[in-house]
């Protein structure tokens, strides 16, 4: 009860006669008809719920972990005022826990004619998409005693984007791509396969790059530089089956597979290489062709955002048959998945040359830095004995790489906040070396 419904309703009351206050039926039946009597004008004088006009605007959009606003527009085309107490329902992982109470309800009032706007301030804590659920009003009258209530279903879609944390690695890793495309001052220039231009010999430099014919034509001994490819074929491929769903840290692996993968598109969009996206489990779940430069982080994030863990095997040989048909010429195909044994041996080991043959092969896999921790844990018998498992752990990841680069895989094992960096490092190195 409002504390002006309170202070008239005691008002109300001391202005009954006394004998109708006093301790009997007839005084009891009384005040029982007059509580109810100003509960029905209260409620009265209450504005409708269902003749409200809701609409929203506000952001469509927004990486996660960052707030969104998106606002409530209550129009009130009754002749009464409005009164209300607003419950904007989205899903709980809209907000960080325990802001839900504060951010998803308002109060208001809007005279006749009139409307308001109200502001719910979302701070997602998940990727994906954000529904609005329904938006409730009780509606109170003057006294507070009594109101209406019902609820209004107003459409609105919030994308939640991945955070792209990995991009502060993205101005260094651009500095050395820079320096082996020549831009920069080296004494040195990358390697590759696309001649660049003559200089003069300086200690160091590798003796097979000595252009004898220049040299023969001038007084001083000429190198050929050389510049990296550049119109190569990169397809990121992510594994959404099973094994993306082990969280690493506060998040599944696939989150961290999702990261890197930013980097190194964005990191190859400035080398001139094109890059495309395909996360397959059991059929395509986001497919991405074609993008200019431009287009292209945008359109991978759209497309990243609503992925989930799919709790089903990988079919190894569709992801195979998906990947040839994206990457009809030879591409680089990095494959986001693990290194579990098992997994491997069924399924990507059997259907490996398949890709290995028209394409240079890079599996990015993210490790558990728990494997890691119990690895090195030490000072006492349990602690000894989960170091034993750990690295036993360890062990087999390795020689599972191994055997991976066997078969002519490059191979990048790494913790999540190291992968990205890591990859992109492989992914320079690839360049620099004309093996892409």
């Known amino acids: 009860m409002a504390p002006t419904g309170r202070a008239a309703l005691l008002a109300a009351l001391g202005s009954l006669p006394v004998g109708l206050l006093a ?27 269902r003749r409200l006009g809701l609409s929203r605007t506000g952001d469509t959009s927004v990486r996660l972990g960052e707030p969104a606003e998106v606002t409530l527009t209550v129009t009130n085309t009754s002749r009464r005022p409005l009164r209300a107490r607003v419950r904007d329902a989205w ?42 659920d329904r938006v409730t009003l009780r509606s109170y009258g003057p006294l507070g005693l009594y109101a209406r209530q ?14 792209f944390t990995s991009r502060k690695h993205l101005p260094s890793k651009l500095a050395r791509l820079r320096e082996l495309d020549g831009r920069t001052s080296l004494l040195t220039r990358g390697e590759g396969t696309e001649f660049d231009s003559l200089r003069e010999y300086v200690p160091g430099d590798d003796t097979r790059s000595i252009d004898w014919r220049a040299t023969a034509r001038q007084s001083t001994v000429a190198v050929r530089t050389w510049r990296p490819e550049r119109d190569r074929h990169l397809l990121l491929v992510l594994d959404t089956g099973r094994t993306s769903a082990g969280r690493v840290g506060d998040a599944p692996r696939l989150d961290a597979a999702m990261d890197a993968a930013l980097l190194l598109a964005a990191l190859a969009s400035r080398a001139g290489d094109r890059v495309d996206l395909l996360a397959y489990d059991r059929r395509v779940r986001a497919l991405v062709q074609g993008k200019a430069s431009g287009e292209l982080l ?8 609503p992925l989930e863990p799919e709790l089903v095997e990988t079919d190894s040989r ?21 290194l ?46 989960s170091a034993a498992a750990g690295a036993q752990a360890e062990a087999e990841r390795h020689r599972v790489a191994a055997r991976l680069t066997r078969h002519g895989v490059h191979v990048v094992d790494a913790l999540p906040d190291e992968l990205a960096p890591a990859l992109a490092d492989t992914y320079l190195a690839l360049k620099a070396a004309g093996k892409l």
């Open 298 to 305: 945008p359109a991978l994030v759209d497309a990243m955002a």
């Open 23 to 49: 301790p009997s039926w007839t005084g009891i039946l009384a005040v029982d008809g007059a509580v109810a009597l100003a509960c029905a004008c209260d409620v009265a004088l209450a504005a409708p719920v």
């Open 150 to 163: 019902g609820s209004h279903r107003v459409p609105w879609t919030v994308r939640v984007l991945p955070p």
């Open 318 to 338: 569709g992801l195979s048959a998906a990947a040839l048909r994206s990457a009809p010429r030879r591409s680089l195909i990095v494959l986001f998945t693990g």
């Open 340 to 385: 579990e044994s098992a997994p491997l041996e069924e399924g990507l080991f059997p259907v490996l040359s398949t890709l290995t043959d028209r394409h240079t092969v890079l599996i990015a896999s993210v490790a558990d830095p728990h494997i890691a921790g119990m690895a090195a844990s030490r000072g006492s018998t349990e602690a000894v004995y």
């Open 91 to 132: 899903p709980p992982s809209s907000w960080r826990p325990g802001t839900e109470q504060d951010a998803s309800r308002h109060t208001l009032t809007v005279p006749p004619g009139e409307r308001r706007r109200l502001t719910t301030r979302l701070r997602p804590t998940r990727r994906g998409d954000r529904i609005a």
